[in-house]
């Protein structure tokens, strides 16, 4: 089973409803973070969170909302989806205890279409 | 601010030739610099990084990348590319220490021909 798992891992859907997008880990990591890729921009970060009580706006939060419900639960919401946020999402884990080393565990991506 | 350019969106190597992608780096901070690659319908995993111990720096799969500060680069590099090298590369800055604060690079395209 993969560390970091996302669901679904494709959606499409129409403007204005609400999408949940959802990440488990089993890593024991504390750091989760949310980062959406569109093609020849690299990633954005959209939200990351340090623990359960400590949640944070990234690069590009406007539109989108976070809930960390446990250690290892982390779920983007789009409360009301638009065609500009199409884009392929990202999961992703990193453990402080690491020292500050940078590496992030990526989950597989969600493919989102928005209509 | 941090940054990185990838100087190349597209690199385009016959299999068992030298492959070079390039990355310089903007910071007012000892940086942190990483290179991750993403398969076709992937996560990005990590290849190698540089937190300022050792500048060449060796990475998975053959990989290997050199820190210059002189030169703000840290460009990847590999003796002998392989099919299964296709993928796409970022590289990817952090001020040191804050390894939250990530900053990746638009990407570049290696494509491996036989």
């Known amino acids: 089973d993969a560390d970091v798992t996302q669901t679904p891992r494709n959606r499409i859907t129409k403007t204005g409803k609400r999408i949940m997008l959802e990440c488990s880990q089993t890593?024991?990591?504390?750091?989760m973070y949310w980062y959406r890729q569109d093609p020849g921009l690299g990633l954005q970060l959209i939200y990351y969170?340090?623990?359960?009580?400590?949640?944070n706006k990234g690069e590009i939060s406007d539109g989108y909302s976070v809930s960390r419900q446990a250690q290892a639960k982390f779920s983007l919401s789009l409360e009301s989806a638009i065609p500009n946020q199409t884009a392929l999402y990202f999961c992703?884990?990193?453990?402080?205890?690491?020292?500050?080393?940078?590496?992030?565990?990526f989950g597989e991506g969600s493919r989102l279409t928005v209509l | 601010a941090q940054s990185v350019t990838q100087l190349d969106s597209h690199v385009s190597v016959s299999e068992g030739t030298p492959v070079l992608l390039r990355c310089n780096y903007s910071?007012?901070?000892?940086?942190?610099l990483f290179w991750y690659v993403q398969h076709p319908n992937k996560g990005l995993q990590l290849l190698l990084k540089y937190t300022s111990a050792a500048t060449l720096v060796k990475g998975i799969n053959g990989f290997e990348a050199e820190f210059k500060k002189s030169e703000t680069s840290f460009h990847l590099t590999k003796p002998s590319a392989h099919m299964s090298d296709a993928a796409e590369y970022f590289c990817?800055?952090?001020?040191?220490?804050?390894?939250?604060?990530?900053?990746f690079g638009k990407g570049t395209l290696l494509t491996v021909n036989p």
């Open positions: 969170s340090f623990d359960v009580k400590d949640i």
């Open positions: 992703a884990t990193s453990d402080f205890r690491a020292g500050g080393s940078g590496e992030l565990f």
């Open positions: 910071s007012s901070y000892s940086p942190s």
């Open positions: 890593k024991g990591h504390d750091r």
């Open positions: 990817v800055i952090t001020k040191g220490g804050s390894n939250y604060k990530l900053t």
